[in-house]
């Protein structure tokens, strides 16, 4: 493939934009400049076509430029839906009700305008519900980009030394700028590891632990049978807020978050992504004790949520129309992800033992993730000591070259969408099959 307009729109925007993205997140080799998306589809600068499994990080549960999704936010801008800045809407108040109707946990929820600031404000709030200031996250974990989560994602292992089971690992920023004294009230642990989780919860004033319920940013990583219910156990025990972030897999595994597959309630959940597909909006909900801080006659305890774009009128059409979407159709939506998921999974594993690459495919519903390793990884120190990262990137760019789009850094998690057909996933299939007669 050729990337002449897309290495010149870089170039052009790199004169007034540090590194030509306005999220350093998206820089990446190969630099692809993507100016249009419909359905399971984007097109790059250049032309070329792509079938999407990035799915911008993984918003786009019902495809790009969903009709109705787009008619909804059309029709917002017709209709005068303007941001006023001053009083209530009846578009957030739709939102909410959804919002608390699809998720058995959420008493009370706020809307925010982005995943981050939604768990900044669940800190906050866990911080001023306890009187305590400690919180505890997860290594492999990604939370947003504020000082106290903005830490120990893809963590090379050098930097975390050797593993210890039920301890703490030390605090990785990843970013300057950060106050020095940030880590010494955030506590790092590995996922799926209860005794360390109980060992900084001894040790520490812990406010709250937040945890994504599956590790998404690293990939599949599942909790292990019994965890989050031991979390729940610990965070009762020791009278810690439980929050869990579904900011990638609420509403992609079902309509009531994946808590809901668990039958584990959190007190505070974040989402994101999927709730408005694609457009920016994040939310926070959970118990009535806590939220109601954000309202509380005490101005003492009250917990300031601001924002000037919270509840903006054409993302909150865009999460409106998704989540009555969804609500509409769960009854077909779910399973057909899980059907073309199961699809995928089972070709990649066909595929790779005929051609004898040892991977473990781990999958949930419609996110799924090929490791170059001969298990499914526990923890962050599992897969990094495992996976064979060098390969897992040329398997990717080897995709991209094929007209598959797959995010082209190790361990990142592919979304099939629900724009995504069975002729989409054989076409996939023969790519890879293709990669891989060519040697990987």
């Known amino acids: 493939m050729e990337f002449a307009q897309s290495k010149a729109l870089f170039a052009r925007n790199r004169r007034l934009i540090p590194g030509g993205v306005v999220s350093l997140n998206r820089l990446v080799d190969p630099e692809i400049a993507f100016v249009r998306g419909c359905g399971p589809r984007v097109w790059d600068a250049d032309g070329n076509a792509y079938l999407d499994y990035h799915a911008g990080f993984a918003p786009y549960l019902l ?13 917002s801008v017709e209709e005068g839906w303007t941001l006023m800045g001053s009083g209530t809407t009846p578009w957030e108040g739709r939102a909410a009700e959804l919002l608390c109707e699809s998720v058995a946990s959420l008493d009370r929820v706020q809307l925010t305008t982005t995943g981050s600031e939604a768990t900044y404000h669940a800190l906050r709030l866990s911080r001023a519900h306890t009187g305590r200031d400690h919180i505890v996250v997860m290594q492999g974990g990604y939370n947003g980009w504020h000082d106290e989560v903005a830490c120990n994602v893809m963590t090379p292992l050098e930097k975390l030394g050797p593993r210890s089971e039920g301890r703490e690992n030390p605090f990785v920023p990843l970013s300057a700028g950060m106050p020095s004294n940030v880590a010494s009230r955030v506590h790092v642990i590995e996922f799926n590891d209860l005794e360390a989780v109980e060992w900084c919860f001894r040790n520490y004033e812990v406010a709250c632990l937040v945890t994504e319920p599956i590790l998404q940013n690293i990939g599949i990583v599942k909790p292990r049978a019994g965890y989050l219910q031991g979390l729940r156990d610990l965070c009762d025990r020791y009278g810690v807020v439980l929050v869990f972030d579904e900011v ?12 809901s597959l668990v039958g584990v309630r959190p007190d505070l959940s974040t989402f994101g ?3 408005a597909n694609g457009y920016p909006l994040g939310a926070i909900g959970g118990k009535a004790e806590i939220m109601d801080l954000f309202s509380h006659p005490d101005a003492d305890r009250r917990v300031l949520i601001a924002g000037t774009f919270n509840g ?21 939506i779910y399973p057909k992800l899980e059907a073309l998921g199961a699809r995928m999974q089972q070709g990649l594993e066909a595929l790779f033992d005929r051609h004898g690459v040892t991977v473990t495919v781990a999958r949930q519903g ?21 996976n064979d990262m060098a390969r897992d990137v040329r398997y990717r760019k080897a995709l991209i070259a094929r007209g598959v789009y797959h995010f082209p850094l190790p361990t990142k998690q592919g979304s099939i969408s629900t724009a995504h057909t069975e002729a989409d996933i054989d076409a996939t299939l023969e790519a890879t099959d293709a990669v891989l007669r060519d040697g990987i």
């Open 273 to 275: 992504k999927a709730i």
């Open 63 to 75: 495809g790009h430029s969903h009709p109705e999704v787009q008619a909804a936010v059309v029709r």
């Open 366 to 386: 419609s996110a799924f993730c090929v490791y170059f390793m001969d298990h499914a990884p526990k923890n962050w120190h599992d897969l990094a000591s495992n």
């Open 248 to 259: 990638k897999t609420g509403f992609r595994h079902a309509l009531g978050g994946y808590q």
């Open 312 to 332: 903006h009128p054409a993302p909150v059409a865009a999460a409106i129309a998704t989540m009555e979407i969804l609500k509409r159709d769960q009854a077909a």
